[in-house]
């Protein structure tokens, strides 16, 4: 199943990315083209290496795939274990530091990129967007372009 159009409608709505590889099993075709994704959108990319702990784990030689496939620096890259937590204490710090938060639009007109959508029974759809541009608060009324629709937030 090809899940590149969801991925890209998810990474349109981020400044950056965790590009996550199998310390055990090295890059997989999914993670070559999820990276191209990003790379196109322009995000920055946070190399991290999961599953160090697993006996069948081999760092050193899948670092050294990461340096060649994705040209990042070997000292970038997060070694962690998801299970026992190793590493783990590194990656928020890290994200942090690396990923710019979005710039201040917020005396911008209200403009949002709809990526994500489901329906619940109770409360009918739920939209997940992101905000491009202005500020949106709770309680202010969306409108449509296209259908005129009013929701609030």
């Known amino acids: 199943v090809d899940f ?5 409608r998810s990474l349109a709505a981020c400044q950056g990315a ?7 099993q090295g890059i997989q075709a999914q993670t070559v083209a999820n990276f191209y ?3 196109e959108q322009d ?3 946070l190399p991290v290496l999961n599953k160090v702990d ?6 050193d030689a899948v670092t050294a795939q990461m340096v060649a496939t994705f040209d990042v620096r070997p000292d970038d890259v997060l070694q962690v274990s998801a299970k026992t937590g ?6 928020l710090p890290a994200v942090i530091r690396h990923i710019l938060p979005p710039s201040d639009t917020s005396q911008d007109p209200l403009r949002l990129m709809l990526f994500d959508a489901s329906h619940d029974e109770y409360r009918g759809v739920i939209c997940l967007v992101a905000v491009v541009d202005g500020c949106l608060r709770a309680g202010d009324k969306l409108q449509a372009v296209s259908t005129g629709w009013c929701p609030v937030a």
């Open 4 to 8: 590149s159009y969801e991925v890209s």
């Open 18 to 24: 965790i590009l996550l590889v199998d310390a055990s």
């Open 37 to 39: 994704l990003a790379f």
């Open 43 to 45: 995000l920055t990319l």
């Open 54 to 59: 697993l006996p069948s784990a081999d760092p």
């Open 86 to 91: 190793l590493g783990c204490e590194a990656l």
